[in-house]
Nanobody, 129 residues
Framework: QVEPVESGGGLVQSGDSLRLSCAASGDRFSGYAMAWFRQAPGKEREFVAAISWTRVNMYYADSVKGRFTISRDNAKDTVYLQMNSSKPEDTAVYYC??????????????????????WGQGTQVTVSS
């Protein structure tokens, strides 16, 4: 059983940087694509960024493109989300997700929550203006 565990959330000011981490607890992330989603109060969960196992393919939501960077260290079984130029609208609980079947459909739908089988508990990010 793969259990993503997020860390690194906190309170920052607008324009500041923050790096979130997602480590594997239990089974490894081996072969799995990974993603970050977020959910703000009163809003639906939304896609932020995704990365393939090989790190060749990366995808971003338009709202974070150019500001956020997703990366992974497969030797450490950890995925990162570097958040630069943060904005108050980035305030949300950030979730890490693992795609569990190494299927090819992920490449067509990297932002679809249904592509992911394992989810973390989330870490709160608050950006003050």
């Amino acid at each position: 059983q793969v259990e993503p565990v997020e860390s690194g959330g906190g309170l920052v000011q607008s324009g500041d940087s923050l790096r979130l981490s997602c480590a594997a607890s239990g089974d490894r992330f081996s072969g799995y694509a990974m993603a970050w989603f977020r959910q703000a109060p009163g809003k639906e969960r939304e896609f932020v960024a995704a990365i393939s196992w090989t790190r060749v393919n990366m995808y971003y939501a338009d709202s974070v493109k150019g500001r956020f960077t997703i990366s992974r260290d497969n030797a450490k079984d950890t995925v990162y989300l570097q958040m630069n130029s943060s904005k108050p609208e980035d305030t949300a609980v950030y979730y890490c997700a693992a795609e569990g079947d190494m299927g090819s459909s992920w490449y067509d739908n990297p932002g679809d929550p249904q592509e992911y089988d394992y989810w973390g508990q989330g870490t709160q990010v608050t950006v003050s203006s």
